[in-house]
């Protein structure tokens, strides 16, 4: 079992819709998590840090839910411009504090 | 905010040569750097982590005498990857956990796309 799991996608959307990825993580000693973007061909930049209390930037909007190992990222009001790869990150467990990657979820905004 | 310097973007060499990639911690400094791969479609991938003063530590399945990792100062990590062969074509890219502000992060290079011919 892979230790962070995404729905690939990829999700389709049209401008202004509202839009959430799930992800999964296999590893209870796991202790940081991530939401990273990544465009194509460029490295991973990170959107926003996940916490157990939620964690809200704008039109985006995190959860976790360590009982269940699942974290969430909402997308309110898409634009054009959120059209990427959204990497679900978690860190801590096996692997010490390197970073663990979902094969991330594509997300497509449409005019 | 912390920057890592990566060098170069993009390579193409022949089979059986060595590749040298550069990460410079440009105003901090990184005592770990962490080494990924990527192939088209596939989530990024440990290869390596390694530790300014010591041997680096591989994941499975990573040949460590093919992916040479040199952490000789606090500010430079280098992956060499020796007699590449095409199927080491991908997408190399560093990473140092970083102190910005109160953040506690990870600043990625900016990515290294090997193309073995």
């Known amino acids: 079992r892979k230790e962070v799991e995404q729905d690939p996608g990829p999700f389709n959307v049209p401008e202004g819709a509202t839009v959430a990825f799930n992800c999964t993580y296999s590893?209870?000693?796991?202790?940081?998590f991530f939401w990273y973007r990544q465009d194509c061909r460029k490295e991973p930049k990170l959107l926003m840090s996940?916490?157990?209390s939620g964690n809200e930037d704008g039109r985006f909007t995190a959860q976790l839910n360590r009982a269940s190992q699942y974290i969430s990222l909402l997308i309110r009001d898409s634009k054009l411009s959120d059209s990427a790869t959204y990497l679900c990150?978690?860190?801590?467990?096996?692997?010490?504090?390197?970073?663990?990657f979902g094969k991330g979820t594509s997300l497509l905004v449409t005019p | 905010g912390a920057v890592v310097s990566q060098h170069p973007s993009r390579v193409i060499c022949k089979s059986g040569t060595s590749v040298k990639i550069e990460c410079r911690s440009l105003?901090?400094?990184?005592?770990?750097m962490f080494w990924y791969r990527q192939f088209p479609k596939k989530s990024l991938m440990l290869m390596a982590t390694?530790?300014?003063?010591?041997?680096?530590?591989?994941e499975q399945g990573v040949e460590k005498d093919k992916f040479l990792i040199n952490h000789a100062s606090l500010t430079l990590s280098t992956l060499t990857v020796t007699s590449a062969h095409p199927e080491d074509s991908s997408f190399y890219i560093c990473?140092?956990?970083?102190?910005?502000?109160?953040?506690?992060?990870?600043?990625f290079g900016s990515g290294t796309r090997l193309t073995v011919v």
């Open positions: 990473s140092a956990p970083s102190i910005t502000g109160k953040n506690y992060g990870y600043t």
């Open positions: 590893n209870s000693a796991s202790q940081s």
């Open positions: 996940v916490y157990s």
């Open positions: 990150v978690v860190n801590g467990g096996n692997s010490g504090y390197a970073l663990n």
């Open positions: 105003d901090f400094q990184a005592t770990t």
């Open positions: 390694s530790n300014e003063g010591s041997k680096a530590t591989y």
